[in-house]
């Protein structure tokens, strides 16, 4: 839903991002998510020093789960203010995010956890089969993995993108780790809500690009 | 409203910025602002090369009308994402995001602007002695400062900190030369939603800091 003067600056950004990068190798899936990313944050630390990992089935995973529906679990708010609210009410995608929710802070008090892992650890029936994506809280993304490794859920893709100096770098580099689970995350510090937010819109692109072929 | 947990990992992460940093040249209430959006992003760019720039009433104007209760208006929900909520909780600001809201889009259609500038010209009332704060449109920004120079509103602060290719260099240039309206902006195409909030957040504590002295 955007104006065609928002449009337009769009694609004059777009074309001038692709004019700087010059020469990259991602492939064509790939390059519209990053590209996004450096659209969304002026960063183009996201294709070299901060560059984005792709397990092999993630984008494929990802829109698969998207286009028939599934849940869209997030740690924070700002993940969900950087979306493009058109796509999850076109392919009817529940937004959860159970961050801000009283009895979480409450459970994370009495167990001596984040709130973002208990916030994790809650959202399981929909995280199974559902996209995560995680902008700002490496224990959220942890707590995911682990889950993961514990065979309680299946997500059809993590979006493991906290940024951060404590915990994040290292969180990623656990998911980086992860077999057999679809997954897009990063290297090193950089990352955010509004990559998280970049990352799924991009995802939804390339459905809609797929279907109008 | 963190637990104690998450509160050691944001002290430490700060205590990493200040040593990695090492010396700068932002005062005792312009610096927490400045590593507060380092601490959101991961990006020492904003201490340097997209360096904050500050007019001089800029801070202390904020935290006024902040602590009075000032509507807070922003571009996109984004911002709010970011926001800590007990803040304008307690002080009794009105958060207000015009941007989704259908007569807008209708609105800018008809006028052949974007939804942004729309966004704003309605929400004069709030802008006017309130905190206009502008993470992602340029051309949001643009109309406010013509807002301005047209008489229209007499903002308490200006936060405009868009992230972007086209307009958003140009239209900070345009803000940082703004004579008489307190304004926090930062050189350059670097930016964002999380900028914006963590700006917001920032002032905010040091109300509370400047309140428990």
């Given at each position: 839903m955007q104006t065609k003067k928002g449009q337009s600056i769009e694609d004059a950004s777009m074309k001038m991002i692709e004019d700087e990068i010059g020469s990259h190798n991602y492939n064509e899936k790939e390059w519209p998510i990053v590209r996004r990313i450096i659209h969304s944050t002026a960063d183009f630390d996201f294709a070299d020093k901060n560059r984005l990992i792709f397990q092999k089935d993630a984008i494929e995973s990802g829109m698969n789960a998207l286009k028939n529906g599934c849940s869209i679990v997030v740690d924070v708010n700002g993940v969900i203010g950087g979306l493009n609210?058109?796509?999850?009410?076109?392919?009817?995608?529940?937004?959860?995010?159970?961050?801000?929710?009283?009895?979480?802070?409450?459970?994370?008090?009495?167990?001596?956890?984040?709130?973002?892992?208990?916030?994790?650890?809650?959202?399981?029936?929909?995280?199974?089969?559902?996209?995560?994506?995680?902008?700002?809280?490496?224990?959220?993304?942890?707590?995911?993995?682990?889950?993961?490794?514990?065979?309680?859920?299946?997500?059809?893709?993590?979006?493991?993108?906290p940024v951060g100096f404590i915990c994040a770098p290292e969180s990623k580099e656990e998911l980086s780790k992860l077999q057999g689970t679809p997954f897009i995350t990063n290297l090193g510090r950089k990352g955010g809500s509004s990559s998280a937010s970049a990352i799924i819109n991009a995802i939804f692109k390339l459905i809609r690009a797929e279907s109008s072929n």
């Open positions: 609210k058109q796509n999850p009410k076109d392919f009817g995608n529940e937004i959860v995010c159970n961050i801000s929710k009283p009895e979480i802070m409450q459970q994370a008090k009495d167990e001596g956890k984040t709130r973002s892992q208990v916030s994790m650890r809650v959202a399981k029936n929909d995280i199974d089969g559902g996209i995560v994506a995680i902008g700002n809280a490496p224990t959220a993304l942890m707590e995911v993995i682990e889950m993961v490794n514990e065979g309680i859920v299946k997500p059809a893709l993590i979006i493991g993108i």
